[in-house]
């Protein structure tokens, strides 16, 4: 019983670490990551609705296929089939891929007019600027603030006390990241300084192109708090590869708290913001 009672409370604490960082690529990934936004949710629900019209259509062609090269093979077949035309035929494979259509159509519509389509008013309003290989970040609140965000180097990691790398992956975790409040519309205003490139984030469900001397907007209202990463999504030179992006989605209250001390200490505000997340998550898996 101790046992098992010390490996549930491992798995527990596993997994309330695994909330604070909780999208991230995983080896050998197939599928989404977790939907971190209610787009996402609808993404992943129209991903598994379209292969249960994409699975049986393929299945469908591939025994097709393999019947007519049997039952239509040389050896098995010396005369040929004269045939032209069969109505029957004809009219089952134009309707029956327009009814198919109609109900991909139907919610992919519904999808990108929500994509589209914020439930309320932002709250946040966060530019995002990229470059040659990097992101330049302002809060366009009332008294506005930026800063830079480039890939973390490995010999920065201990400073920035970025070092568990579980947290913070390898060309993933960068120097700074872009705090927001959970539950919260955070409106995001994309351009690009020198060629384009683009704003992606797998778990929000968002990708938009950064176009020079254009602004292009999206948004994102993020229900879990946690740490999550993107990557510019456009090939944009040779250090394309090395251009992420890292969303932390905190409380309410913590927001505000890094927000009114980033304006004049980003690094300071950071770190606040990092141990009060610590030791809200020791507190958790202590309380399980």
Request: glycine content about 4%.
């Amino acid at each position: 019983m101790r046992k098992i009672l010390a490996s549930a409370g491992a798995a527990a604490a596993y997994f309330a670490s695994a909330a604070a960082y909780a999208a991230q690529p995983t080896p050998w990934q197939t599928a989404f990551q977790p939907a971190a936004t209610g787009i996402m949710e609808q993404i992943t629900w129209f991903e598994h609705y379209t292969l249960w019209f994409l699975i049986p259509i393929t299945i469908l062609v591939l025994l097709l296929l393999g019947y007519c090269v049997l039952r239509f093979r040389s050896s098995a077949n010396p005369v040929p089939s004269r045939t032209s035309h069969n109505t029957l035929i004809e009219v089952i494979w134009t309707v029956g891929p327009v009814v198919v259509l109609l109900f991909l159509a139907v919610p992919s519509f519904q999808l990108l007019t929500a994509q589209y389509s914020p439930p309320e008013d932002a709250k946040v309003t966060v530019k995002a600027t990229a470059n040659q290989w990097n992101w330049d970040y302002e809060y366009q609140v009332a008294e506005p603030f930026s800063f830079n965000s480039a890939i973390l180097e490995e010999a920065d990691r201990a400073a920035a006390g970025k070092e568990n790398r579980a947290e913070y992956p390898r060309l993933l975790a960068v120097d700074h990241e872009v705090v927001v409040p959970v539950n919260t519309v955070v409106r995001v205003l994309i351009t690009a300084s020198d060629v384009i490139h683009s704003f992606a984030v797998p778990a929000f469900g968002i990708k938009m192109d950064a176009v020079p001397g254009r602004t292009n907007e999206t948004w994102f209202k993020a229900n879990k708090e946690g740490l999550y990463y993107g990557q510019c999504s456009q090939l944009c030179g040779k250090d394309h590869a090395y251009m992420p992006i890292a969303v932390r989605v905190v409380s309410e209250q913590q927001y505000e708290t890094w927000a009114a001390s980033a304006k004049s200490n980003l690094d300071g505000a950071n770190k606040a913001l990092m141990a009060e997340i610590e030791t809200t998550n020791k507190v958790a898996v202590a309380g399980n």
